[in-house]
């Protein structure tokens, strides 16, 4: 890769701290070890990680024909599109795991089955922690189909600097739902298929949080019924409107 010359201001203690680090064999100069640990900063704050939460009955909706190739691949196609490089699906044990497996191997991604027979899909979502190794990272029901900007959301995860940002959607029966109050881009109030009909702003599947969404996790069975609500009211859950294409294929 070509490297470019550039003159920069640092702090005198932190220019200390930074030569500290060249020990002459990993680190051989200050440029080396300054552009080192500015790749490991800004990796720690990218979304390349995606978790597809699919239930054991929906292996079938998921291989469903959409737009000429499977469900499956066609939400591998598009969070890849937009920098997402490892792929974890959740799910439980079924016969049909093979030819999920299969589908995956046809789009070129880093795509992994974790098998958990978990309660809801908080606990599912749980399971994948220990792989996402404390990164910030993008989970989707695997029911839907999804076709909008994601880096423009992933853009606004990031400059909120909140806990969890919700892609949302306007449908005319929002009761159908989990729906959203929101203030300004703020959702101060997360209601799952309610009755109430004070808004048309309903959330759309797909999500971006911050590792430390699973402390407020612990023994919650439901996303949008035990969690969300409570990040709503602590202030933590952006809103971004998706205005794609949708498609909800499950029940």
Known sequence: MKKVKIAISLDKELLELIDSKVDGATLRSRSQAIEYFLEKGIGEFAVDTAVLLLSRRHHAIALKDVKGKSLLRNQIAFLAGSGINSIY???QHSPMLEKLEAEASKEPVNFRIIE???????????????????????AMSGDIYNDFNLK??????????????????????????GTAIL?????????????????????????????????????????????????ARIKQLIGFFTHGEYLHLGE
């Open 89 to 91: 699906l959740v799910t």
């Open 116 to 138: 958990k027979e978990s309660k809801g899909n908080a606990q599912a979502l749980k399971s994948a922690a220990d792989k996402l190794k404390g990164r910030q990272f993008l």
């Open 152 to 177: 423009s959301m992933v853009r606004k995860h990031m400059e909120s600097g909140k806990l969890m940002t919700m892609g949302l959607m306007t449908r005319d029966k929002p009761s159908e739902y």
């Open 183 to 231: 203030d300004g881009d703020l959702v101060i109030d997360f209601r799952e298929k309610s009755d109430k009909k004070d808004t048309h702003v309903v959330n759309a599947g797909i999500y971006i949080f911050k590792p430390e969404i699973f402390e407020f996790i612990e023994d919650s069975t439901s996303l949008e019924r035990d969690v969300f609500p409570k990040i």
